[in-house]
């Protein structure tokens, strides 16, 4: 009876799991046009990605895909909130329900995308892998001259594996010290307590831009893993999963399309190209799928640009990051982004 009893309660709470995950479909579109604003997760302060400027707000290019997402929703690219998150604390803020959405530098992996109650959309932000920052002086030409180095990690990240299976593919040695912070990280560096920081070559980018003297630290050229980063919502919504996703293939197209943000309100008006029509809302309502408004793209494009454009103001050549466009380029110019089109 005991067994019974055990067995009943156990399918009893599949049953409530199952219908409640149903039933949250729609439920943070929902919950967000009620509030009048989009509750983002990112990082706790990453230059090129989302850190706070002089005056305190958060810029970056995943800090603008969040302004994206309330443009696309409100028509307005200010209706969002920011909550800076580690590594740690990241996912769990999203499955609380504290945030609405992450865009937060995280890589889209098969456990997290399948076994965490959490999905990716797809877009991804910035194709990314792991690398090495050393100081000059250590005179360091490869990674694989790292053997017996003491190395900072940021824990709570996919790094800690892909280091892992670095130094054991090449048959190396090192020492890990792991940080629950990027810039408690990068200051271990600086000091001297560990010989090379490793993370997103990205991160490695913005980290180098904030020490003293970003000129005696050098990257080095392996790339030991594939880092896909992407922003992330809660599983079982598919609604709101539909609209990030969009939100960023949007940005895609409109680069794609030469639509920029100095250009789109006229390229809305007398486009005679039939995809840019479909695309702005002007032929079509393709807006009224995702439940937002005919010129939804307009609104993204028009406040915060398309995605070229906020790559380049956040971590082009223009930057302190001074990144290449590299795999982020589109498909067209050499590099593998590449959107599925709005019609």
Excluded: H
Aim: overall charge neutral.
């Amino acid at each position: 009876m005991k067994m019974l009893k055990s067995t009943l309660a156990i399918v009893t709470a599949a049953a409530v799991l199952g219908v409640s995950g149903f039933a949250q479909a729609g439920a943070t579109l929902d919950a967000v046009q009620k509030k009048g604003f989009v509750q983002c997760g990112v990082s706790d302060g990453l230059p090129g990605f989302s850190v706070p400027d002089s005056t305190g707000k958060i810029i970056g290019i995943d800090a603008d895909v969040c302004r994206a997402v309330a443009a696309a929703v409100f028509g307005d690219a200010t209706k969002v909130k920011f909550s800076q998150l580690n590594a740690k604390e990241r996912f769990t803020a999203l499955q609380s329900g504290e945030i609405d959405m992450l865009s937060r530098n995280s890589t889209m992996t098969s456990s997290r995308d399948a076994g965490m109650g959490l999905k990716f959309p797809g877009f991804i932000t910035y194709y990314d892998g792991v690398g090495f920052l050393a100081n000059s002086k250590l005179g360091v030409k490869s990674a694989k001259e790292l053997d017996g180095a003491t190395i900072c990690i940021q824990a709570g990240t996919t790094t800690e594996l892909n280091v892992s299976d670095y130094f054991r593919s090449n048959n190396l040695k090192y020492t890990p010290i792991t940080f629950d912070t990027s810039d408690e990280s990068a200051k271990s560096l600086e000091s001297g307590r560990c010989d090379v920081l490793t993370s997103d070559k990205s991160q490695l980018y913005a980290q180098r831009s904030k020490l003293a003297s970003p000129k005696d630290y050098v990257v080095l050229p392996e790339t030991i893993s594939k880092e896909p980063l992407g922003p992330v919502v809660r599983n079982g919504d598919d609604e709101w999963l539909a609209i990030v996703r969009w939100v960023g293939y949007a940005m895609l197209n409109a680069e794609e399309a030469g639509v920029t943000s100095k250009n789109v309100a006229e390229q809305a008006k007398s486009t005679k190209n039939p995809d840019v029509a479909r695309l702005l809302g002007a032929d079509g309502e393709y807006g009224k799928d995702l439940k937002l408004p005919k010129d939804w793209v307009v609104k993204i494009v028009g406040q915060v640009g398309n995605y070229g454009e906020v790559f380049e103001k956040n971590l082009g050549k223009s930057t302190p990051l001074e990144i290449d466009r590299g795999l982020n380029a589109l498909w067209t110019n050499g590099g593998i982004q590449y959107a599925p089109p709005v019609r």
